[in-house]
Each structure stands twice: as C-alpha cells, then as structure tokens.
C-alpha cells in the first residue's frame, strides 16, 4: 500500500508538470483539476498509513542510504504533505478562474505550478543533504518563474532579485553539505546526525553555513528584502503560494538540521542570535506592512513578521528540557500550518478584492463591505489568525510557544510575541478601517464569480478551525518511527 | 452526548447559527433575517430559562474537550454562570427588537446582524466558559464582534472611536493573556471552582500570584471600565443606540466585570484574594472609579455621553461588591450585575429613542419632551430614580445590599462612597428628568419624524416599556425566590460554603 | 598536504572571491558570473575535501555534475530574465531608477 | 565616502568568511571520518547495469536527484520560451552571410553531431554521458542558428514544447514503470537496467540539446502585455 501511494505522490506532480506543458491553459486546467484530486487522495491515505502503522524510510530506486536516496516519512512529513495538498489545491483552484485565458503565456502556469508542488513534496519528505538541495532549486526555479510569467518590468525585476537571492542561499547551503560529506561522507541527515560529535568546528561551521543559506532563502530579517517585491508583485494565487508554502520548505529544512545536529553542533549564541533575527522580523515587518500604501504589500510585509515567530524555534530548543522543546516544536509547527492556511487565505480574498475595487491601494477600500462582504470577511478571518487571537490556529500556536518561553525561562521572547500580535492588529485593523469608510464616490465594483469567493472563505476557516483541533492535528507529529532507531543503529556500527 | 452537555452548546450555537445564516442572506432580504434573529433569541432564551431551572435544582451542565496539549475547552453552567447568562438573553431578546426598528432603512444590515449575533454568542461563551482559557477565548471573539457595531456608520468620529476600542480592548487582552499563559505555567488547567485554585499556596509563589493577579484585572479592567482604563467607554458612543445598550448593559463592559468575579472567587479564592492583601487596593480603586465616573458625568451635555459616564461609575459597585469581603458584599456586587444592565438599558433605548424620534441627542435639548414621548419619558424617569437608588426600584436593593455588605466587611468608608455616588447620581439624573418633564418647549425638534398612533415606531416603542417594568419588578418582588436577588444569595452562599 | 585538498581551498577562495563580487556588483550580468564563480568553487570543495578522504570517490563526482547542470539552468533562466529586463526598461541594474544609470 | 567604506566593509567579511571556511576546511580534511560509501557503491556496481561509477551514480543510485535536475532544467527552459516570441526567429541581425562561417558549418555540425553520438555511448564506461552530449547538440543548434539556418522546430510550439518534454517524460515512465512493476519508485526491474539506462541517455540527451537551444533562441521581444492586478475586470 505504502508503495502505490508513495508512487502516487511523487509520480502525479511530474508527471501532470510535463504533461500539462503539452496543453493550453484551459485544457490544463481540466487536467489539473484531475490532478488535485489524486494528490489530496494521496496525500491523505499517505496521512492515515502514517497515522496508523507508523512513519518509514522508503529507499527511492530499491536503494538504501547512504548509498542511494531515502525518503523519511514521519508523522511531520505527513503534515506537511497534506498541508501542501490542502494550500495547493485551494491556490490552483483559484487561479483556475483567476487567471486570463487568453493570454498566450499562461498555459506555463500550470507545469510550474505542478513542478513546485513536486518539488514541496521531496523537501517535506527528504532525508538527504544533496536531494533537498535539488529540490530546493526546483522550488525555487518554478516559484521565480510563477513571479515572472507575464514579463512586465516590474514583475521580471522583483522575479530577478528574488532569483539572485535564492540561488546564493542555495549555493550556501550546498557549501555546507560539502563540508559535512567531506568530514562525515555521507549524505543522510539520520547518518549524520548518529555519527557527529559535540567538538566539531567543521561540521559546525556547516552548520552555520547551511542555516544562514536557508535563513536567506526563508527571507529571515534582515535578509528579507526581495520578498515582499516578489509576492506583491506576483498573481494572487502565485503570491499565495509564495507566502503559503515556498518559503515554509527552506525554514522546514534548517528546522530538521537544527532538531537533528543542533545539540550538538549549535552554541546558545547561536540559538539566541536566530530567536532575536526572529524578533527583529517581527518588529520590522509588522512596522512596515503598517505602512504600505498597497494592499497586496501590508500582506507581503507582514509574512515577513510572521516567518520570524518561526525562527523562535532555535533558542526554545536549545538546551531546554524535553517537554519544553516539544511544545516549542508543536508552537511552531502549528504556527507554519496556520499562517500557510490565513496567508493563502489572505492573499486569495486581496487578489478578489483588487480585481473589484480596480485598485491596489488600501485606502480605495472604502465601502468594498457592501459588494464583496464575503471575500472582506474571509480576509477578516485571515486577519484574525496573523494576530493570533483565539480561537484561531494562530493563538493555539502563539499559546504553546508562550508556554514554552516561560517554562524555560527565557521571558524575552514573551514580549516579543506579545508585541508581535498587537503589531499584527496594527495592521490588520487598519485594512479594516480602509473598508468600513463610507466616502467612496462611486459605487463602480466588479463582482468576482462565486467560486474565486468561497476558496479563500475555505481556507480562512481551516485556519480558524486549527486551533480548536489543534491536539489532534498535533498528536500526529509525535507518532512512533519505526526504523528510525534500526537505521540510526546501522550507521552508527559502520565506521 | 448527554442533553446535559448539549444545553451549553445550543446556547451557543443558537446565535452562532444565527450569526452564519444572517451573513449568508442577501443584504435585501429584511423579513427574513429579523425573523431569524427572533427565532434565535427566542430560542436561546428558552434553553437558559431549562439551564436555570436545572442549575437550581443542582444538575451539572459541562462539556469539554482537549484543545491544545494541555489545555481544555471547557463550558459549564454553574450559578454565577446562569447569572450573567440569563441577563444576556433577556436582554440580547430586546436589544434585538429595538436595533430592527433601529435600524429600518439604513444599509450594511446584514453585516450589522451578523456581528450583533456575533457579539452575542462571545457573551453566552464568556458567561458559560468553565475554565480561564475558554473564558479568554470568548473575550477576544467578543473584542473582536463589538468592532465592526462600533465602527458602524463608517464615519471619522465612529472610526476613531472603534481605533481607541481597539487599542484599548487589545491592549487589555494582551495583559489578560500573559496573565493566563503564567498562571496556567505555574498552575496547570484552571477550571473555575467555588473555592479557587490557591488556598494554601506555596508562599514562594505569593509574589508572582500577585504580579499576575494585577494583570488579569488589568486586562479585564479595561472592558469594566475601571479608571484608568476607561477612555474607550465614552468614545464609543458614536456607535448606533443599540450598540450602546450592548455595549453598556449586555456584553462588553458586563464580561470585563464577570471576568474579574470570576478571576477573584473561582481563581484565586476570596479568602487567598483576601489573605493576599489583593482586596483592599481593589475595593480603593473601584471606589474611586465609581466617584470619578459620577463627576465626570455631571460635566456632560451630551445625552449618551452622559449616560457612559454613569456606566463607568456603576459597573465599578460590582466590583466594589466583589471586594467586600463577605457573603453579603458579593451578594450586592452580583445582584448588580444584572440590576445595572436592566436599568442602563432602559436608559439607551429612551435616549435612541429621543435621537430617532426627536433628532435630540444633547441635554439641553430636551426640554419638554415628557409631552410629546410620555411613555419613553416615564421608562427614563423610573430608571433614573432606580440608578439613583430610590426604593422600591431595583438600584436600592443593589445598594442596600453593598452597605450591609460594607458593615459585614468592617469597610465603612464604603458606605461613605455609596452616600457620595447617590448623590451625584441624583445630581445628574434628575436635571434630565427636571427638563423633560417641567420645562417647556424652547425649541422646534432638530428632526421630528412621526410612526401613526404610537409616540415612536413600535419597535423601538416597546422595548424600553418592557425593561422599565422589569426594573419595577425586581425591586418589589426582590424577597421573592424568584427575584434575582435570590439568585444572587444563591450564589453567594455556594462560594462561601465551605 | 594532498593535491585535492588544495583543490579545496582554492574553491574556499573562489567563493570568497565570488561573494564580495556578489555582494558588490550591480550589474546583472557580472553578478551572474559572480554567482557562477562561487558555483565553481563550491564543487571544487565539494569534489576536493572529499577526495581528500577517499581517492577518487565517484559520489561527489556525480553530485557536482548535477549541481552543474543545475547551476546551468538557473544560469539561463537569469539570463533569458535579464535580457527581457534589459530590453524592456534599458536598466542593466536593479538599483532604483535614478542610481541605475550613473 | 561611503561607498569607499562599504567597499571596505564587504572586502573584511569576504575575507573573513574566506579565512573560516579555509579554517573550517582544514579541520574537516583533519578530522574526516572513514566511510563505508566507497565499498558499499563498488560491491553494487556490478548490478547497475553500467559501468563508470559515476554514470551509475548518476541514473541509478541517485537517478531521483537526475529526475530532479532534469525538472529544473526543463523549468528553466519552459520560462525561456514564456518570454519569447515567434517573430524573433526572423532577427534579420542575426542572419549573418560570412562565407567562412558557412564554410565551417558544413564541416563543424556533422562533426559535432557524431562527438555528441560518441559522449553519449561513452558514458556506460568512461567519462561522458547524457548532459555531456546533449551541450554538444545544443552548441551545434547553436552554431547553425547564428549560421541563419532556419529551425522551425525552435518556434514556441507543440513541437519545442513536446521535444522539452520528452526526455524528462520518459524518464518518469520508466520511474513509474518500477513501481507498477513493483520495485520502489524509480527502481529498475532486474536485468532491464542497462537497456533502460540507455533509452533513458538517449532522449534525455535530445531533451537537453532541445532546452539549451531554445534557450539560447529564446528572445526578448513580445508585445503583448500583462496587465498589472486590478487594472482591468
């Protein structure tokens, strides 16, 4: 079973990539539907086999590592394939009806969006160095070409900077798994991470190196600069999947290293200096997206401040008891899950209210509320979750990370949380405010079809449902890993 | 699942529903959604009249479930509970009639509806949450409702009103928050119970407990209006005369008020509170707040304003009552949980009434018009002279209560504070009624409009008729077991018990 | 010292020398044969420390040819971009307007 | 001023990151742990179906990666032919007439074409290979587009778009085929691996040509515009 569905998964996104390249866009469009389909069936029978027997390694080619490439699918990975599934669908269902036909260009929506999807699901699923360095270019060369499709100026220059900052952060990375083979020569992470030891300058400084590459790639302040240019610029849908899952993979990446080697190879500076890059993310961010004049950027700017929470992650792992770090890592998991669910949300329900108002800027808002109240309310939903109020997937996340900030004694991070969330309604509200004003001199909107309304209204209550079942969705992380320790065992009698 | 657990979640859902079909009607669809609204009221009302009834009679209505690790979604129906509950569903019955004629032919009524079922379901919530985590879940979502009503019109006053709202009440929100996150670290899962969680407390812990004691009533302050977290209260009324109502009398400021006797008899204990040395600052702080809000509200010309300014000084008797260390304090404070809300509630429908009606919303401006609204005029006189405390009406029994307290408590500057307020109260009450009745006419109306035979439209007509009644009638009848003063002793004496 | 591990620091200093011209540059193209140089130079690490260690090793031989390729892709999407750039707004920088062309 | 002092700044870091990760190289080299990959890669060679190591490695212990690659190159490829427009293929400025240069062509491209054969058979026992060969296709393409012969197969098409596809697609059958047959994904059934590695080489040595060419045809001009979100319904 375990091999039809793990074929599934990996075959369907290349396989529908190359084959919708054949095709125009409406045509690709059927054959996507189609697609979506098998994949979230996938995906979720992939989640149940997890849930019930266990996560696995599954050698890709018959294959074992270190020799070949084996993919780890644990209770995490499942998650996020399945949150990848979810977001995704919703986005490719959007941009569906979103998109202009007519436009020669757009039938390479779709093959880039399917090689992005493929290339998401072996970072979820990757447990080796070099693979997800592979996958991470392939996510990156798709995502910069989803910014670009179209080649305005504008578009190719925010497509160009991002391209510019993705790749140097890759080739970082890769200079750090350099150095790991050439000490450890091996290039699974488990393999690794049985045989380091805690005095090693080297593998430490691959560490370093492999973080700050991903902490480029995951737009971590202050290196954040191309990503807001690059989702404010991008379709909505494209912007939604930006913000939603593309920059989740990179922080998904350096959060394995950091859970496997950062014990051992991490030092509490480092931990430290991560939490307070993380902090100044979401000052700066919060800040700015206050003051964007256009829409689509106060979203932008505030992922920006949302991927800092994320970054929380490495001093409230370090060198803290076991509970605490576990809490840490359900905060945080849950903090990805429900920001990719409202800023997908967020960015789908800016795209309809841009498309009715004609407008990107927040202040031609005004009386929107009386046209399009659903996509303002899904919107307001969204908004609800950034700011972390209950009973959202935000404040579950927000709570379980105070939790942990206060269990382990590192008060610091409760201020910044806290002031994040009131930084976050700063924001929020003031696109709130733009709506309910009643000065607007025409009343000229445009009616989006009903179906581009009611995904961002999906997903905005996914992301307002999570908190409520936040300890299911969480009790699947912690399932049993059957081989792990077999394989850790393997490798560590071999040198 | 059991009807015991399912009561609590249709008390919830009834408006939750209610809220989710009202957003889903077309904006034109009028009859329909005033008759959803209705229906959901009706039904609500229904199912906390059963509650109540097996509260009484000692049935144990909760439900819950794991939410986060750790952490459960709790609702339970105890006394205090159906106390809070009760008076919202009541009350949420008439707000509801009183906005549909409101709010007749302006726009944006679905949303207005939507957000006012909103509201009132974050109140059942905060009324019937059974731990610390749920009663903050529902605060926020309540934090979150009353936004868009207070916002409503759309105006720069209404908007810079809903800005400071926010800034205030998420403020707040923030303080409660770390409050709860610290607690619950050092505590656990803090269902509400009788006695609270702390007796006999390790005394290392006392000066964090008090640390987070101050920020638990400071979030919670700051929707009880109490000084100096008041500054939102008077911006507000801007909003729509309804919106005031459930501002003032039903949700908002009454959450933040529930919130704190909560947080210091099913959290903390009154006697740890007491022992803590928690109480006295408390009772010194909303003593003041009960003087200043009078005050203030003797400087107002406007009507609403006037009224909000009252507001402040009255929801602080209820947290006077919960510092006064006793059964019979607490009897007070509680009783006026709900006395305040009839009566202040009557006081917005009049003063709404004399906007739509008259086009008057200053003092000065209503000179006269006991003749051209006598029955409005009545409803306001009678719930003046209750705020004022004239018995038999239902402030006396409030106030007799929290001096009997005070003596109990060895408090008596209290009483000092209630002679004082009274005072003030009649010092600004009854110039209003003064004019209404006894000066004549000086001025045409700003906007007259007339409704047929009734002096005002029939839906804003009868509303405050109904509540005047209600405030009569649990003065007279407050011996009676089925006054809520009784309820109240109920109460009082299941938290003092053991 | 071996032969490869001096290979290996020559890459160290290839991607020093790559990323200060990374870092510096705005001209697109330069910066593209900057990120090229930092290219090459990570390989040679990667190629260098581990033959270092083994011999001849035929695992980062294989991985360097598809980082290759890899870097060549990526290499010709910026190119194919910047050339649309350049011929939509004449700009060979991504500075803003007014810095783009002194 | 300043930019004299950034000039500065960045050369201290640079030198600075160049100095650790020299440092950070040395000890790696120093402290390098013994592997058991070069063992385990040279006891399974033998059931790879090729011999060079590295070709074997390549599309068969590691052929995800390969897919992988392939993926990237196809993107890079498809977003080149998004940008371009079918009329550039008449550049006139590209049409050169130098005698020389057609001189050399006719002897250049069936030489090249005949290197490119060679790299690809190679590749089962000595350096060479699929990327190898198909660079020489492309460098070749290449020489005749600059030549002024014209390709019509390079016009944004089915045909180019089909040609892009192909290597990358049969790739992927094979891949599946594995599973169905069921072995792991991207496992080759037993005895079938040299075959399948060679058809493999083949097309995606005319899909790299392909993707290269077209990139390098790729030009910039189009008219056509996109409008900005929310200029128009």
Request: hydrophobic fraction near 60%.
């Amino acid at each position: 079973m375990n091999q039809w569905l793990m074929a599934g998964l990996l075959f369907t996104p290349l396989a529908w990539a190359a084959l919708s390249l054949l095709l125009d866009f409406r045509q690709g469009r059927w054959l996507s539907w189609l697609g979506m389909l098998i994949q979230a069936l996938v995906s979720l029978g992939l989640w149940v086999a997890v849930a019930s027997n266990g996560g696995f390694y599954y050698a890709l080619a018959g294959w074992e590592a270190p020799l070949g490439i084996a993919l780890r699918v644990d209770g995490l990975a499942v998650t996020f394939v399945l949150l990848t599934a979810a977001v995704a669908t919703a986005c490719g269902l959007h941009a569906g009806v979103y998109l202009d036909p007519s436009k020669s260009w757009q039938r390479y929506f779709w093959p880039l969006f399917w090689f992005l999807w493929a290339g998401l699901n072996g970072v979820w699923l990757g447990a080796d160095l070099f693979n997800l360095y592979v996958s991470l270019e392939l996510i990156s060369l798709s995502a910069v070409g989803l910014v670009a499709l179209g080649g305005e100026a504008a578009a190719l220059r925010a497509a160009l900077r991002y391209l510019f900052a993705v790749l140097l952060g890759s080739l970082v990375y890769l200079l750090g798994v350099a150095l790991l083979y050439g000490q450890f020569g091996t290039l699974s992470l488990t393999g690794i991470a049985a045989v380091v030891g805690a005095d090693e300058p080297a593998a430490a400084m691959a560490l370093l190196l492999m973080l700050a590459g991903l902490a480029l790639k995951t737009a971590l302040f202050p290196l954040h600069g191309w990503l807001p240019p690059a989702h404010g610029v991008a379709k909505s849908p494209v912007s939604a999947l930006l913000s939603g899952l593309v920059v989740k993979a990179s922080f998904y990446i350096a959060a394995r290293l950091w859970l496997e080697l950062g014990d051992r190879l991490g030092s509490h500076t480092l931990a430290q200096g991560i939490g307070a890059l993380g902090a100044g993310a979401v000052i700066w961010g919060s800040w700015l997206a206050f003051r964007q004049p256009h829409l689509k950027q106060v979203v932008a700017y505030s992922s920006v401040a949302q991927i800092g929470y994320l970054f929380l992650l490495f001093p409230l792992t370090f060198a803290v008891a076991e509970p605490v770090s576990r809490l840490a890592q359900q905060g945080i998991t849950l903090q990805v899950v429900s920001h990719a669910l409202a800023k997908s949300a967020m960015f789908l329900a800016a795209g309809n209210l841009i498309l009715s108002v004609r407008s990107k800027r927040v202040d031609a808002l005004g009386g929107v509320s009386h046209y399009l109240p659903f996509s303002l309310f899904s919107f307001g939903l969204a908004g609800v979750s950034l700011m972390s109020l209950p009973p959202t997937g935000g404040f579950a996340a927000k709570w379980l990370l105070l939790q942990a900030s206060l269990a382990s004694g590192q008060w610091w991070w409760v201020v910044v949380l806290l002031l994040g969330g009131v930084l976050a309604a700063a924001y929020v509200f003031r696109i709130y405010r733009a709506t309910f004003l009643e000065d607007r001199a025409s009343d000229d909107f445009y009616h989006p079809p009903r179906s581009l309304e009611a995904i961002p209204m999906l997903l905005a209550l996914l992301a307002l449902g999570l908190g409520l079942v936040a300890e299911p969705v969480l009790s699947v992380l912690a399932l049993p890993f059957e081989v792990a320790a077999e394989v850790a065992a393997d490798v560590a009698v071999q040198p | 699942m059991s009807l015991s657990a399912l009561l609590p979640i249709l008390a919830l859902l009834s408006s939750l529903l209610a809220a989710v079909v009202i957003f889903a009607l077309p904006e034109s669809s009028h009859r329909l959604r005033t008759l959803v609204n209705l229906l959901a009221a009706l039904l609500k009302l229904g199912v906390v009249a059963v509650m109540t009834w097996g509260v009484f009679r000692g049935v144990d209505f909760s439900v819950s479930f794991t939410m986060l690790p750790g952490v459960s979604f709790m609702l339970r129906a105890d006394a205090l509970a159906m106390l809070f509950a009760g008076l919202s569903a009541v009350l949420w019955l008439f707000t509801t009639i009183y906005a549909v004629g409101y709010l007749e032919d302006s726009p944006n009524r679905s949303r207005f509806f939507g957000f006012f079922s909103l509201c009132v379901a974050s109140t059942m919530g905060v009324a019937l949450a059974g731990n610390l985590f749920t009663f903050f879940l529902f605060y926020e979502m309540l934090t979150l409702s009353t936004y868009p009503l207070v916002v409503h019109r759309g105006t720069d006053k209404s908007l810079q009103a809903g800005r400071n709202y926010i800034i205030y009440t998420l403020g707040g929100g923030v303080a409660l928050l770390l409050g709860i996150a610290w607690l619950h670290g050092l505590a656990g899962d803090l269902p509400f119970q009788e006695t609270g969680h702390f007796q006999g407390a390790d005394p290392a812990l006392h000066g964090q407990l008090t640390l987070i004691f101050v920020l638990l009533i400071a979030g919670l302050g700051v929707k009880a209006g109490l000084f100096p977290l008041h500054g939102w209260l008077p911006q507000a009324m801007v909003a729509p005369a309804p919106v005031s109502a459930l501002l003032h009398a039903v949700a908002v400021v009454k959450a933040g008020a529930f919130g704190i006797v909560r947080v210091v008899y099913d959290i903390y204990g009154i006697d740890f509170a007491y022992a803590l040395g928690l109480l006295e600052p408390l009772a010194w702080l909303a003593a003041f707040t009960i003087i200043y809000g009078s005050v203030r509200a003797l400087w107002q010309t406007d009507l609403k304003r006037r009224l909000a300014f009252s507001t402040i000084s009255q929801v602080s008797y209820i947290i006077l009552g919960v510092t006064l260390f006793g059964p019979l304090g607490a009897v007070g404070g509680l009783v006026h949980l709900l006395h305040q809300g009839i009566m202040k509630i009557t006081l917005f429908f009049c003063a709404g009434n004399y906007a739509e009606t008259l086009g008057v919303h200053r003092v000065d401006e209503l000179d006269g018009a006991g003749a051209r609204m006598p029955a409005t005029s009545v409803a306001f006189t009678l719930a003046a002279l209750g705020m004022i405390g004239v018995p038999p009406l239902a402030g006396f029994v409030t106030k007799w209560a929290l001096g009997a307290g005070a003596l109990a408590a060895e408090m008596e500057w209290a009483i000092l504070v209630l002679l004082v307020s009274s005072l003030l109260n009649a010092a600004y009450f009854l110039p209003i009624v003064y004019r209404l009745w006894f000066c004549p006419i000086a001025a045409p109306w700003p906007a007259e409009r007339r409704w047929g035979r009734l002096e005002t439209h029939a839906w804003l007509f009868w509303p405050p008729l109904v509540t005047t009644l209600m405030l009569v009638l649990v003065g007279l009848l407050a011996a009676t077991f089925v006054s809520p003063l009784s309820w109240a002793q109920l109460i009082a004496v299941r938290m003092y018990l053991p | 010292m071996s032969p490869d591990l001096l290979y290996a620091l020559a890459g160290v200093v290839l991607c020093g020398i790559g990323l200060f011209g990374f870092l510096l540059l705005e001209h697109l193209l330069r910066r593209l044969l900057a990120f090229n140089l930092i290219g090459s130079g990570v390989f040679l690490v990667l190629i260098g420390l581990a033959q270092h260690r083994n011999g001849p090793d035929p695992v980062p031989q294989a991985l360097v040819l598809t980082g290759i390729v890899v870097a060549i892709a990526a290499t010709a999407l910026a190119v194919v971009l910047i050339r649309r750039y350049y011929h939509l707004t004449g700009h060979t920088s991504l500075a803003d307007d007014g810095e783009a062309q002194s | 001023m300043r930019r004299r002092l950034l000039l500065f700044l960045t050369l201290a870091a640079c030198a600075g990151f160049t100095v650790a990760l020299a440092a950070a190289v040395l000890h790696a080299a120093g402290a390098a742990l013994p592997s058991a990959l070069p063992e385990q890669l040279a006891a399974s060679l033998g059931s790879s179906g090729v011999e060079h190591p590295v070709t074997a490695v390549l599309l068969n212990f590691r052929n995800y990666d390969t897919l992988l690659e392939i993926g990237v190159l196809v993107i890079a490829g498809m977003v080149g032919i998004s940008l371009a427009s079918t009329s550039s293929l008449e550049d006139p400025a590209l049409r050169s007439s130098d005698s020389l240069l057609y001189a050399l062509q006719r002897w250049f491209v069936p030489l090249m074409l005949l290197l490119a054969l060679y790299l690809l058979w190679a590749g089962a026992d000595r350096p060479g290979g699929a990327f190898q060969a198909g660079a020489v296709l492309a460098a070749t393409g290449v020489l005749m587009r600059l030549g002024g012969l014209p390709m019509e197969f390079v016009r944004p098409g089915v045909l180019l778009r089909l040609g892009l596809v192909l290597g990358f697609a049969v790739f992927l059958l094979v891949a599946v085929a594995g599973a169905l047959a069921g072995e792991a994904f991207l496992a080759y059934p037993p005895g079938m691996a040299g075959g399948l590695i060679l058809t493999i080489e083949i097309v995606l040595t005319l899909s790299i040509g392909m993707i290269l060419l077209a990139l390098f045809v790729a030009a910039p001009v189009s008219d056509e515009h996109e409008p900005e979100e929310g200029a128009g319904p």
